[in-house]
């Protein structure tokens, strides 16, 4: 591991600033990425801001009738609080889904959406991989690449986003809020959090150098019914190879409104925006979810070990449809 010096910050806009002015610092919570990725050579940060005695790990209603969850919320926590439980099920659900309960006592809210992908290749400091080294070229192209995306690849990379959480938030359009190096307060839709991989996928947020996390909002529950949904190789701790976040909302046996993202399957939460305008006013039955999931997975491009993922994509899609349909019937 690269020797590192450590300061635990007061306040977030000092850990903002205590991170801005240094290129080679980072924040650190509760480090069950970070940490791991030292160990293995592949991020070589030289100072580490300490943010996790922040008072950021309150979770409130809004005026609005949303939640305000702080950064510093442990995963556990945000999935056995009562309001999160009766207003959001879909995120609770995500939550359990995503890890051991190890890590999720440990891990935060903030440091969840701004996990690094699990792509063999990223970890492997031996491997090419051009979100590491741009240029390098992406050994999982030609390479084994069961577990990696499907959707809005590019020929750098295509490393997917492993988070179940932000799945569920992508789904409740969640809103993420920073504060920058300059101490200034920033609010960031998760939909324009992340940035696609392009040719330079280093970059895997819309956040600047120093910029941190505060709080992440969720507007009033949604109409309908939510369902998460995960597919894994085994029954727990395992990351996603698809997995479906659901709102359906009907009446009659015709979809009013549906919400639909979906994890594993590209480089942040993928909200199926085609699927959603597919089920607007069809009828809740198999032939709808079935163009919904075709609408959804329309653009989805294999690459070999990773071909099964579409399939696999559409039918999991249909069934949490289904799923959410029947509960909201």
Same mark, same amino acid.
Not at 40 to 46: A, D, H, Y
Not at 66 to 95: E, F, H
Not at 100 to 118: D, I, K, M, V
Not at 281 to 295: K, M, S
């Given at each position: 591991?690269?020797?590192?010096?450590?300061?635990?910050?007061?306040?977030p806009?000092?850990?903002?600033?205590?991170v801005?002015?240094?290129?080679d610092?980072?924040?650190?919570?509760?480090?069950?990425?970070?940490?791991?990725?030292m160990?293995?050579?592949?991020?070589?940060?030289?100072?580490?801001?300490?943010?996790?005695?922040?008072?950021?790990?309150?979770?409130?209603?809004?005026?609005?009738?949303?939640?305000?969850?702080?950064?510093?919320?442990?995963?556990?926590?945000?999935?056995?609080?009562?309001?999160?439980?009766?207003?959001?099920?879909?995120?609770?659900?995500?939550?359990?889904?995503g890890?051991s309960?190890?890590?999720?006592?440990?891990?935060?809210?903030?440091?969840?959406?701004?996990q690094?992908?699990?792509?063999?290749y990223?970890s492997?400091?031996?491997?090419?991989?051009?979100?590491?080294?741009?240029?390098?070229?992406?050994?999982?192209?030609?390479?084994?690449?069961?577990?990696?995306a499907?959707?809005?690849?590019?020929?750098?990379?295509?490393?997917?986003?492993?988070?179940?959480?932000?799945?569920?938030m992508?789904?409740?359009?969640?809103?993420?809020?920073?504060?920058t190096?300059?101490?200034?307060?920033r609010?960031?839709?998760?939909?324009?959090? =992340?940035?696609?991989?392009?040719?330079?996928?280093?970059?895997?947020?819309?956040?600047g150098?120093?910029e941190?996390?505060?709080?992440?909002?969720l507007?009033?529950?949604?109409?309908?019914?939510? +369902? =998460?949904?995960?597919?894994?190789?085994?029954?727990?701790?395992?990351?996603?190879?698809?997995?479906?976040a659901?709102? +359906?909302?009907?009446?009659?046996?015709?979809?009013?409104?549906?919400?639909?993202?979906?994890?594993?399957?590209?480089?942040?939460?993928w909200?199926?925006?085609?699927?959603?305008?597919?089920?607007?006013?069809?009828?809740?039955?198999?032939?709808?979810?079935?163009?919904?999931?075709?609408?959804?997975?329309?653009?989805?491009?294999?690459y070999?070990?990773?071909?099964?993922?579409?399939?696999?994509?559409?039918?999991?899609?249909r069934?949490?449809?289904?799923?959410?349909?029947?509960?909201?019937?």
């Amino acid at each position: 591991m690269t020797p590192f010096t450590y300061e635990r910050a007061a306040s977030p806009e000092a850990a903002a600033k205590a991170v801005a002015e240094r290129p080679d610092a980072k924040f650190v919570a509760g480090g069950t990425n970070l940490v791991d990725l030292m160990k293995l050579g592949v991020e070589k940060p030289t100072h580490l801001v300490d943010v996790s005695r922040l008072k950021l790990g309150g979770i409130e209603e809004t005026p609005e009738g949303g939640l305000k969850i702080g950064a510093q919320v442990k995963n556990s926590d945000l999935a056995a609080d009562p309001m999160v439980r009766r207003r959001y099920p879909l995120l609770s659900r995500a939550l359990l889904a995503g890890a051991s309960g190890q890590l999720r006592n440990a891990a935060s809210t903030g440091g969840n959406l701004l996990q690094r992908t699990r792509c063999p290749y990223f970890s492997n400091v031996a491997m090419p991989c051009n979100k590491r080294a741009p240029g390098s070229g992406c050994s999982a192209l030609g390479g084994f690449n069961r577990n990696l995306a499907v959707l809005a690849a590019s020929e750098a990379c295509i490393a997917t986003h492993p988070s179940d959480m932000a799945v569920a938030m992508a789904a409740l359009d969640a809103r993420v809020h920073t504060v920058t190096g300059a101490g200034e307060a920033r609010t960031i839709p998760l939909a324009d959090f =992340y940035r696609a991989p392009g040719e330079d996928p280093r970059r895997e947020t819309t956040l600047g150098h120093g910029e941190l996390i505060a709080a992440v909002t969720l507007p009033p529950p949604p109409k309908g019914r939510q +369902v =998460y949904r995960k597919v894994r190789d085994r029954a727990s701790y395992a990351f996603a190879l698809v997995s479906v976040a659901a709102v +359906v909302d009907g009446e009659g046996g015709e979809v009013r409104t549906s919400r639909l993202a979906l994890g594993g399957v590209a480089h942040k939460p993928w909200r199926a925006v085609e699927a959603e305008k597919a089920l607007t006013g069809a009828r809740a039955d198999g032939e709808a979810f079935a163009e919904a999931a075709d609408a959804a997975m329309k653009d989805a491009r294999g690459y070999g070990h990773n071909d099964f993922k579409i399939e696999l994509a559409k039918r999991t899609i249909r069934r949490t449809l289904a799923d959410a349909a029947g509960r909201a019937a």
